[in-house]
């Protein structure tokens, strides 16, 4: 199967709860994306996705995320044994080993890996491979001890290429790719301290232009839209299309200035009262870290589910 080599440089991760405690949110995990290769020997529709299933929980047990990243963990499977069992009804009885791997799935690198030998046994190929699968232990020390050198290879990643991160998000603010540009700085996690700070003071220059932008082109929007139509109708549509507008952004000053002849108008026009309604949370500081938190993690979700990475000479 013909590889999709991405370009995406980054991995979806949360801000830290260490600099950031006063914000009340508990950030700044580490993430890897579960993949199953279609090399895989071993693939039948219904055990491939018990095995999906024991990778995110080995995500899960160890308090990493899993979310769009270029870091996977990602297994392959080799039948030491298969037998035909002289039971009634026959049975099929598997003796496998599970290889798993933690590594840069854009890169091609591979960082660490771990075998366990399991057994599975069931009426057919699939029963006796979901058998198999679910002898995994998510919590063996032995993959502890793996998953934990893969954060060290993580780590090492962010800290040798810090520079490289904060120039490419430049480079995407130039062009006004603000929701990249956030998610790739969000992505460098708490324990990288120094890239994780230098990150962090970026990403908030970078918020208050992209809402700067925003409050800009949607105020825009709205004089347009009630220039053309002055009307206690196109008012609501005014208060729709402004109200997520940040009142941290320079030009809100602005904003409310309009709204406020939008509303002295509607009452000529109409003989009631109108208020423009802005929502009273948004650009709170204590929400402010949330708000570019939110943000990566909105860009990263919606990058595409179906990505073919690149294992190649894993195993």
Not at 131 to 153: C, H, L, R, V, Y
Not at 182 to 190: E, Q
Request: glycine share 6%; with cysteine.
């Amino acid at each position: 199967m013909k590889k999709i080599f991405l370009s995406i440089v980054c991995l979806v991760a949360l801000l830290a709860h260490k600099t950031h405690a006063q914000s009340g949110d508990n950030l700044g995990f580490l993430s890897l994306s579960t993949y199953i290769d279609s090399s895989v020997e071993e693939r039948t529709e219904g055990a491939t996705d018990v095995l999906k299933n024991k990778l995110d929980q080995i995500v899960a047990n160890n308090g990493l995320s899993n979310g769009f990243s270029r870091f996977i963990l990602t297994a392959n499977v080799v039948t030491v044994t298969k037998d035909v069992l002289g039971t009634s009804p026959s049975s099929i009885a598997y003796t496998l080993n599970v290889t798993f791997y933690i590594g840069d799935g854009i890169e091609g690198n591979k960082f660490t890996a771990f075998t366990k030998n399991i057994k599975g046994v069931g009426i057919n190929e699939t029963k006796a491979l979901i058998s198999a699968f679910k002898n995994i232990n998510t919590s063996d020390p032995e993959m502890q001890s793996f998953i934990s050198k893969g954060k060290k290879e993580i780590i090492n990643y962010y800290n040798s290429r810090c520079d490289l991160i904060i120039k490419r998000a430049r480079l995407l603010e130039s062009q006004n790719q603000f929701d990249e540009a956030i998610y790739m700085l969000t992505a460098v996690p708490d324990a990288c301290t120094d890239c994780f700070n230098k990150s962090l003071a970026v990403v908030q220059e970078i918020f208050d232009k992209k809402i700067n932008m925003e409050c800009k082109l949607k105020l825009q929007e709205a004089k347009l839209l009630w220039a053309s139509n002055p009307t206690v109708e196109s008012a609501n549509l005014v208060s729709e299309i402004l109200k997520d507008v940040n009142p941290r952004a320079t030009c809100f000053k602005d904003v409310v200035a309009f709204t406020n002849s939008v509303a002295k108008r509607v009452l000529e026009i109409d003989g009631r009262e109108w208020k423009f309604k802005v929502d009273q949370e948004i650009g709170l500081e204590r929400d402010r870290i949330k708000a570019i938190r939110d943000i990566g993690v909105a860009w990263g979700n919606g990058q595409p589910n179906s990505i073919v990475y690149n294992v190649r000479g894993w195993w």
